[in-house]
């Protein structure tokens, strides 16, 4: 998959092959030195070396053009299976927002090209922006007012882009570019290091959201393989602030192929890219377009079209929107949302709905259009449903796989799950995070607990009595594993909150994956938890077994120091390339990893005194609920929280932090240099960097991480057995398994809480592919947002749902 991976084997062959010709000359020479050997022969034996070494040579050339060839040809079979993933979701994302038939209103639209580009100028419509663009894709700026189709012309684009498409031709990817992180940050020695936070940030996307490969991501966005279709630059920073856009602006001006500005679309609304634009912040070498609004001639032809030629209540407007220009029905009606929704609304038959006519301002037609979208879309869905069911063509729909809703549910659902940035909130979010936190730790101080009541007794008739022992106790050994169950709870709740809520269902897609595949992928998933739960639990036993060896009383002290200082620095560090958080991400929170463990101190010193082990757990839940609430007024977050609790641990039972501590005076002095670090190296500005430079020297050493994670859980768990003894090891080796694979067990509580607040149906994933298919969430870059930003915030100003409306079948 590039360079880099084909020069490997020829490099590797190459290092053997001289290897092997340098010791066989030694040998020569020592054996001729030695006499073991006549000058004659010398010819001979170093013959055979190189002909060993010409062979490798040949056999790394031949190798690395056959690894050259597949990687070319795998290269196309990923762009193709993208091309297809990404027709699935497009395709039907613009049937949802256009309806059956992708009735496209086509606007006209101002084009105003860049310098020397072949793009037309003038006043065109969209089919033929469609048509030239297709033809040499290039730079392209969408702009317009709120709802007058941006993201539809987005979809669109991308759709006549496959459709176009030839063989090993670019792939057009639509993404939300508000998802976009920030570049560049200061590094803590002070130097300015610049990152490629667009070409990173596509890669990780195309990952996250179509299943490529990471490494045939990164070549393909290296090879300019992939046409960013970015939409929603307005929506990047709050009102007054443009930092976050102009910084995605500068990237996107940096973004280079081999003919110069790499070809890509971005949209944004028109007010918002002038006020760029006057801040000397736009799209260099883009083509400009501007939509205008929808005219009577285009409303009356779209009613046409969407009513097969019939009568409908719609067909005034275009008598409305000619006889008076500036009413309320022709301004707010302009817009192709609220056109579409008009006709959602309406229907075939006004029944009860007031007429257009009599509405005297556009905000009023406006809250009585929002306020039907949501029953009006049910109803719709709700007819499609029973259809698909008595259909025998509807059984291969998706929505044959959907089931009926009530509108008011759906109202306070969809109010429930929605976040201020437009999208869709996680699990934790929606349940709120004081609650979730509650949640997360009593879930595993109960799981823990219920597992340690039953399970080390059944284990402990398999091991010789000599063995299960707790040296300082078994109450000492219950606090560890409570401790841990306490710290892994606020884990579970920062994931659950910062999270997505969850990947796109299946039956969102409009071609869904079989039902083979979807077992395959669930048995692929179990093997990965069980994998990352269950080898070091079992690595930590083995290691603790070994400590009632007869060598075990050799080693010296300071081999137990260095061993705890290993593993004080590894533990954190393998934590933190596999999990994706940051430890600050400002100046206050940065201030909060230092507040944080001198808090903790200070609470394990007045604990101290009272020697008791609920005294001790007492300490520890008290620099949780500190931790907490530094939390909640922005000054720590969850990495602090972990560096006080064991702070607070540290203070009630302080011991030399010299080698003459041995293991636990290691241990704490790794993980405080692995803390430190990562105050450092893991900041919102610098963790992606971080990640990113890890994952690179991982990808050379890759096959020896499983052995490395297996051999240093097992001498964490030999080094454990000096303190807890075996049975405590396997206490603490229990806990971490239990607490890795409770994770669905706390996203199902969390779920059954929202349901029972009245905020998330009991089935989200379910629901949420029906408000897709309905019309009332679209699909950006792999994940739900809302159809229109106004209609969530109406959503927002309506807690409870309208009174019913008499809906026409």
Known sequence: MGARQVRGPARWLFAGGAATLAASAVWAVWAVHRDGMQPQDVAGVLGLPLGVFGLLVGSAISLSALRLQRASDGLSVVLDRLAGSVEDVEVAERTHMLG???????????????????????????????????????????????????????????????????????????????????????????????????????????????????????????????????????????????????????????????????????????????????????????????????????????????????????????????????????????????????????????????????????????????????????????????????????????????????????????????????????????????????????????????????????LAEHFPETWWEHRDGVETSWFVAGLGALTSGVGWMGVLCDREPSRLAEWARQRPARVGERMAGAARRACRTGYKALLPSVAATLGASFAYGDWYGNVPGWGWYVLGLAGGVAVPVAFALDEDFVAHTDRRELKGCALAPALGCSVGLVVARVDSLTASFVGGSATVGIGMLLRRAGVARGYSLVGGVVTCAYAMDPSPLGPQGRFPSGLLVGFGAAYVLGCFLLGSDRAEHTRDMAERGCQRIVWLLPLGSFVVAMLAGLAAATQLGFAGVVFVALAFATLRLIGPAIYALLTLTAHLLGRTPLTPDAFLAWAYHAGLLRIVGGAYQFRHSELQEWLGRNPRPPNPVPLNR
């Open 100 to 458: 059956t038939g992708a009735h496209l209103i086509d606007l006209h639209v101002d084009v105003e090209p860049r310098g020397g580009g072949a793009a037309p100028q003038g006043r065109q419509r969209l089919s033929d922006v469609a048509r030239w663009y297709c033809d040499a894709p290039d730079r392209l700026v969408v702009t317009g007012s709120p709802g007058a189709g941006k993201t539809v012309l987005a979809v669109h684009l991308v759709v006549r882009l496959l459709e176009a498409r030839a063989d090993g031709s670019p792939v057009p990817v639509r993404l939300s570019i508000r998802d976009l992180p920030p570049v560049g940050g200061r590094r803590w020695w002070g130097l300015r290091r610049a990152r490629g936070g667009l070409e990173q940030w596509l890669v990780s996307s195309l990952v996250k959201s179509y299943d490529v490969d990471e490494a045939a991501a990164a070549e393909l966005v290296a090879r300019r393989l992939v046409l960013p279709v970015l939409d929603g630059l307005d929506e990047m920073d709050a009102e007054g602030n443009s930092e976050r856009a102009e910084e995605a602006l500068s990237e996107l001006n940096g973004y280079q192929g081999l003919g110069g500005s790499a070809p890509l679309v971005l949209t944004c609304r028109e007010e918002r890219y002038a006020e760029l634009a006057d801040q000397q912040a736009w799209l260099r070498e883009a083509t400009l377009l501007r939509i205008a609004g929808v005219d009577a001639d285009q409303a009356g032809a779209y009613v046409r079209l969407r009513s097969d030629g019939r009568a409908s209540p719609l067909d005034a407007v275009a008598h409305v929107m000619q006889g008076s220009a500036a009413g309320p029905v022709a301004g707010l009606l302009s817009s192709p949302f609220y056109l579409g929704l008009a006709f959602a609304v309406y229907g075939e038959s006004a029944g009860s709905r007031r007429p257009l006519a009599d509405f005297r301002t556009e905000e009023e037609l406006r809250e009585y259009l929002l306020a039907r979208c949501v029953p009006t879309a049910t109803a719709a869905a709700n007819a499609a449903v029973r259809q698909a069911r008595v259909s025998i063509a509807g059984a291969g729909t998706v929505w044959s796989r959907q089931r009926e809703y009530e509108a008011g549910a759906a109202h306070r659902w969809l109010r429930g799950m929605s976040e201020p940035e437009g999208g869709v909130a996680s699990v934790g979010d929606v349940v709120g995070r004081g609650l979730t936190l509650v949640l997360s730790v009593v879930m595993g101080l109960v799981t823990v607990a219920s597992v340690l009541l039953v399970v080390p007794d059944a």
